[in-house]
């Protein structure tokens, strides 16, 4: 189920912001691949959503081959940090590559390991955590993203409509019931303030309250 009109998607994708040749060259090989990425209309959400925080620290549970953490370090001051965490080599080789190209190799620090398992090692705090993992493992990341965000931090997932699954009570595979789990989680927990924007496929911003 289309989660905005084709047309409107369209004039969204067209607003986009400008971007450089190694952004073109990510998003070309993300289509060719059928590799799914944030895409340029989420990717300047996290863009705008670093710059409104000041973020520093950005850590990603899920980062491919590095195309959302290029777009959170737009948002950052030249101090920024972002941690990649992948489990695949091609990918990590790959998104250290398209950061280097980026100038951003000094910004960046990829783990390759199961990023929860990593996450959890981290004592934070961090500005932003963004999560892409596999959807079965979203529910897990909220109770440690809450524990090591800053107040005023922001965790950010993507894909919470899931195609508009979510919102189809026949739909009961474990992706989509993971989904609705990790929504249901941070739309109710005391210390965030969650909003589901229904761009592309669904981002959920949730703020850490003091
Ligand atoms: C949707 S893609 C990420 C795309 C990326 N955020 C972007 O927009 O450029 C999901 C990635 O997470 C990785 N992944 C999935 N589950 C993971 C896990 N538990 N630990 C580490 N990486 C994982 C996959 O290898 C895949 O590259």
């Known amino acids: 189920m289309p989660i905005t009109d084709p047309t409107v998607d369209a004039y969204v994708y ?20 059928g590799f799914p990425i944030v895409g340029p209309a989420v990717g300047s959400l996290l863009e705008v959503l670093a710059r409104s925080i000041g973020a520093r620290r950005v850590y990603e549970l899920g980062s491919g081959f590095g195309y ?18 992948d489990l695949d080599p091609d990918n990590v080789a790959r998104g250290l590559a398209y950061l280097d190209r980026l100038g951003d190799r000094d910004r960046v620090r990829y783990v390759r390991e199961d990023a929860l398992s990593a996450f959890r090692r981290e004592t934070g705090p961090f500005d932003v955590v963004y999560c892409d993992i596999d959807k079965e493992g979203y529910p897990d990341v909220v109770e440690p993203a809450v524990a090591r965000l800053r107040p005023g931090g922001l965790l950010v997932t ?3 409509l899931w195609d508009g699954a979510v919102a189809d009570r026949t739909a009961q595979d474990p992706a989509t019931v993971a989904i609705r789990r990790y929504v249901e989680a941070v ?24």
Do not use: C, K
């Open 14 to 33: 067209a607003h986009a912001p400008a971007r450089d040749a190694v952004f073109l060259e990510m998003e070309a090989y993300a289509r060719t691949r």
């Open 68 to 85: 959302s953490a290029a777009w959170w370090l737009r948002g950052m001051p030249a101090d920024g940090q972002v941690t990649l965490t």
């Open 158 to 160: 993507d894909n919470v």
């Open 187 to 210: 739309t109710t927990h005391p210390r965030l303030r969650t909003t589901i924007l229904p761009l592309r496929d669904g981002v959920a911003v949730s703020v850490r309250l003091p």
